[in-house]
């Protein structure tokens, strides 16, 4: 036929937006003093130069590189989505600083990875961690050192988990409850460890827990 009503059609159409946007994929981000702070930091050329803002920009699952330097954090870091937040070179050399008002990091999400930091000079506030306060997440190979008041504070969710740290030179140790495992505790003018699990550790002071196993 020479004509066809498309009245129909067009109504439906009306107001419709058929621009098709992609679900934003699973992506690495990453973090350095020399990167040029460019969104959605996902290389080191454009990496963010600052820990609060690429948590801010990434999603449930992704991994966050961090290069080696001395990063001086005013108030907590807080790490509240299941990320990882992974340093490039190691807790050597890549170091979260507190302001030494204030605790250094805060860990609030059971799938939150923290690894490979130094994490020193918080001070303990209200009873949270100076070094970590580590609500669920799981923190390791990281050392913690010259914090003042509890490196730790675990609280009592099985989520909440240490591993493979060291925990040296602090006013306190580690306290609360939380699985704690193949970490050393020495030299602290309190190296006294509280937690529902510690495994293959070495302690220099009292250790307070429902189970403790292979450990010294």
């Not at 969710?157 to 495992?181: F, K, W, Y």
């Amino acid at each position: 036929p020479a004509y066809r009503d498309y009245t129909a059609v067009e109504a439906d159409a009306a107001g419709q937006d058929f621009i098709w946007t992609p679900v934003p994929g699973i992506a690495e981000r990453f973090v350095s003093p020399s990167g040029t702070h460019e969104a959605p930091y996902t290389n080191w050329t454009t990496a963010a130069t600052s820990l609060v803002a690429v948590l801010e920009a990434a999603s449930a699952g992704e991994v966050i590189w961090v290069t080696n330097a001395t990063y001086d954090l005013n108030e907590p870091l807080i790490v509240d989505k299941a990320v990882t937040l992974q340093s490039a070179c190691g807790a050597a050399v890549t170091i979260l600083r507190g302001s030494g008002a204030a605790g250094v990091l805060q860990v609030q999400n059971a799938n939150a990875v923290i690894a490979g930091f130094t994490i020193e000079q918080g001070r303990e506030n209200a009873g949270t961690g100076a070094g970590v306060q580590l609500n669920e997440g799981y923190v390791h190979d990281c050392i913690l050192r010259d914090n003042e008041g509890q490196a730790v504070v675990m609280s009592n969710s099985p989520a909440a988990r240490l591993a493979n740290c060291l925990i040296v030179n602090n006013t306190a140790a580690v306290g609360g409850e939380g699985v704690m495992i193949n970490c050393t505790v020495s030299s602290n003018v309190q190296s006294d460890v509280s937690a529902a699990l510690v495994y293959n550790s070495i302690v220099d002071g009292t250790i307070t827990a429902p189970e403790i196993r292979f450990t010294l």
